[in-house]
């Protein structure tokens, strides 16, 4: 039988030759963990605004149709309060959905800001990351060819 060679101390030397920087690692989870404690707090504040006019908006048409609700003196009348209410309905309708619109175009314009942003440290943090990586593996690779 063929006795087959232990590679362990082979694969050991060869991971101790090209080591990991945890640091790094520790850097990356950390900026993303930043990165993503911010855009929660983008939303978080957009889903508060977004409750408050929904409910400024459903307290706003119960209001209204209280005076819907109300007894009349004329048939006439009621028609005449059916048709106010669906009037001021739609011109809430409208201003509401200008307040949502505002809010969305606000977390957009943060989102991306933080994107850019987080991108930007990003690509400063990869390239010291790899500018490290290539001067160890560098010397490791010199070490080496020095050791034959």
Known sequence: MANTQDF???????????????????EAFKSQTTLAEKMSKVALEAANKSSE????WTQDTLAKFATVA????E???????????ATATAEAAAEHMAAF???????QTQT???????GKDMSEDMTAAAKKVTTEATAAVKKAAAAK
């Open 112 to 118: 991306m800001e933080l994107v850019l942003a987080a």
């Open 8 to 26: 362990t101390a082979v694969f050991k030397d060869m991971m101790g030759a090209f080591p990991v920087d945890t640091k790094a690692m520790e």
């Open 101 to 107: 619109a505002e809010i969305a175009k606000k977390v």
């Open 53 to 56: 006019i929904s409910a400024k």
């Open 75 to 85: 048939p006439a009348d009621y028609a005449k309060s059916a048709s106010d209410f």
């Open 70 to 73: 109300a007894a009349k003196a």
